[in-house]
T-cell receptor, first 116, second 112 residues
Framework: AQTVTQSQPEMSVQEAETVTLSCTYD???????LFWYKQPPSRQMILVIR??????QNATENRFSVNFQKAAKSFSLKISDSQLGDTAMYFC?????????????FGEGTQLTVNP | NAGVTQTPKFQVLKTGQSMTLQCAQD?????MSWYRQDPGMGLRLIHY???????DQGEVPNGYNVSRSTTEDFPLRLLSAAPSQTSVYFC???????????FGPGTRLLVL
């Protein structure tokens, strides 16, 4: 079974600064996807970024980028130029490739607060 | 596209009552799933479906039933609600080729 660990329950950052959220996972699979989801106070789950394990290049979406270290089973999220709207709970999630496509395993989440 | 919709947004039940949480998607996605989110925890998979007529259990299936008679709809049934089922429930769908799940807005359920 896969496990996902987010070791930082809470983090804070000043507006316009950069912050990195950590995530590690455990799996025996070689092919899989990794995701970061954002959950603001509205509770809506919003996809931030995804990474295919077979790709060596780290995924980037505007101010969001990941540092994917496959051998270390590490998948951190970097948020640049933090904005007040980035305040949310962030979840790291794992999914095996080629499965039903419906089995995400989530970490416990990191509450990020962006301070003005 | 409305995406993934869930009804109701909030529901209060008494112990032993039954109810159905509705989920629908208009993206013609093959895969649909139900998760629950408890305080301080990530989402956990309850049941999922890979297509109409096909369902399977996830990590925490006890106390819940599902069926998938159409591609669009995937209702979750609580047969006899218990206080331990107080949670926020999320429905999600995905197209296998895209391998990304899109979530509904959630249903908050309180069982007294």
């Amino acid at each position: 079974a896969q496990t996902v660990t987010q070791s930082q329950p809470e983090m804070s950052v000043q507006e316009a600064e950069t912050v990195t959220l950590s995530c590690t996972y455990d799996t025996s699979e070689n092919n899989y996807y990794l995701f970061w989801y954002k959950q603001p106070p509205s509770r809506q789950m919003i996809l931030v970024i995804r990474q295919e394990a077979y790709k060596q290049q780290n995924a980037t979406e505007n101010r969001f980028s990941v540092n994917f270290q496959k051998a270390a089973k590490s998948f951190s999220l970097k948020i640049s130029d933090s904005q007040l709207g980035d305040t949310a709970m962030y979840f790291c999630a794992f999914m095996r490739t080629g499965t039903s496509g419906s089995r995400l395993t989530f970490g416990e989440g990191t509450q990020l607060t962006v301070n003005p | 596209n409305a995406g993934v919709t869930q009804t109701p947004k909030f529901q209060v039940l008494k112990t032993g009552q039954s109810m159905t949480l509705q989920c629908a998607q208009d993206m013609n996605h093959e895969y649909m799933s139900w998760y629950r989110q408890d305080p301080g925890m990530g989402l956990r998979l309850i049941h999922y479906s890979v297509g109409a007529g096909i369902t399977d259990q996830g990590e925490v299936p006890n106390g819940y039933n599902v069926s998938r008679s159409t591609t669009e709809d995937f209702p979750l049934r609580l047969l006899s609600a218990a206080p331990s089922q107080t949670s926020v429930y999320f429905c999600a769908s995905s197209n296998r080729r895209r391998e990304t799940q899109y979530f509904g807005p959630g249903t908050r359920l309180l069982v007294l």
